[in-house]
């Protein structure tokens, strides 16, 4: 399975970005993807989860102002988007995607590589 983000880039504080995921290969066993990310010195965090039915979960940190959704094809998602608004300088991160499988709590399988958000002004 291959994973491949884009979108990252620079913006002001309180602007937008959309960051996409594409999956492609045959997977086992997943039924979810996943966006974390980043900070050199912190652990990974996950900020978004969309299940095959459509279901999201947000860290708390995000919540309000990103957005997750999946592409509209029925089965299991190999498109998820990442719609990120109200930006703040603490938002810069690597942005990585996965996808993985979400049951009480959600285990990443594969992953595609990063993209750099950078919030500033």
């Known amino acids: 399975v291959q994973l491949q983000a884009s979108g990252g880039g620079s913006v002001q504080p309180g602007g937008s970005l959309r960051l996409s995921c594409a999956a492609s290969?045959?997977?086992?066993?997943?039924?979810?993807m996943g966006w974390y990310r980043q900070v050199p010195g912190k652990e990974r965090e996950l900020v978004a989860l969309v299940s095959n039915s459509g279901n999201t979960k947000y860290s708390d940190s995000v919540k309000d102002r990103f957005t997750i959704s999946r592409d509209n094809g029925k089965g299991t998602v190999n498109q998820a988007y990442l719609q990120m608004s109200g930006l703040k300088p603490e938002d810069t991160a690597v942005y990585l995607c996965s996808k993985g499988r979400w049951l009480d709590q959600y285990w990443p399988i594969y992953w595609g590589q990063g993209t750099l958000v950078t919030v500033s002004s």
């Open positions: 290969g045959r997977d086992r066993g997943t039924n979810a």
